[in-house]
């Protein structure tokens, strides 16, 4: 589904990305993980045209995307959790999820109001408030939801559960687990190692802009000395 072969991205003329290589097939879930600083943000900013790689090749369901406007590719159908939540502060609940709706021919179930309310339960609860009025955890729980009232094909999610309770961050976790049975292609970066090894397919390592490793879930969890090395854990 999504392919990046060689990413080299820049910002102004300090590069970042130097040599950032992987795929996802439909229906996966894969981990983008690394140190602080290691390029992992700027990576999906590449995949979302934020900042848009100088070289190499970015392809998603068979089409060459880099080049494209962020406004663009997000059409194609990839839904983004960003780092920070950013979600829209003085419009209510249901205008932040309403804002952002799309219907996909393509989607068997498709994310609506109801759906989004029945995963959330507590986002019905405060739907006529505004979103800066919402906790931390609300807030991530919000910008969850919008990402998928796109119906995306691919959701990409950074640090979703940073700095949450742990009540709310396994309500997280239960959630994309949820997602993972429906065979929603995901993305994540998350420093979580123990909820990610329960969750996805394949690991992703960079590290100062390199992809240098990738591998199943297995492989991972088995070498524990890939985690010290590159992790720092």
């Known amino acids: 589904m999504l392919y990046l072969t060689a990413i ?4 102004q003329q300090s590069q970042a990305l130097f040599d950032v290589s992987f ?6 879930v894969v981990s983008l993980l690394g140190r602080n600083g290691m390029g992992k943000t700027t990576t999906i900013r590449s995949i979302l045209g934020l900042t848009p790689p100088r070289n190499g090749q970015i392809t998603f369901k068979g089409r060459k995307i880099q080049g494209l406007s962020s ?3 997000a059409r194609q159908g990839i839904g983004f959790v960003p780092e920070g939540r ?31 309310f029945s995963l959330f339960p507590r986002l019905q609860e405060r739907r006529d408030q ?16 919008r990402a998928l009232m796109t119906n995306p094909c691919l959701l990409i999610l ?8 742990p009540l709310i961050r396994q309500e997280i976790w239960d959630c994309l687990s949820m997602l993972k049975r429906e065979a929603l292609t995901i993305l994540i970066v998350d420093k979580d ?10 690991h992703v390592i960079i590290e100062k802009g390199r992809t240098v490793w990738q591998g199943s879930n297995k492989v991972f969890s088995a070498d524990l000395g890939l985690a010290r090395r590159y992790l720092g854990v």
């Open 23 to 28: 795929s996802l097939e439909k229906g996966e």
């Open 158 to 165: 950074d640090e979703a559960t940073e700095g949450l309770a």
């Open 8 to 11: 080299e991205t820049f910002y």
């Open 130 to 145: 505004p979103a800066s009025s919402l906790s931390g955890g609300e807030q991530q729980m919000l910008a969850i939801g």
């Open 86 to 116: 950013q979600i829209f502060p003085r419009l209510t609940v249901k205008e932040n999820l309403l804002v952002v709706a799309v219907h996909r021919q393509s989607a068997e179930r498709s994310w609506n109001l109801q759906r989004v």
């Open 71 to 73: 406004f663009q590719i």
């Open 193 to 202: 190692l123990v909820a990610l090894q329960k969750l996805v397919d394949r």
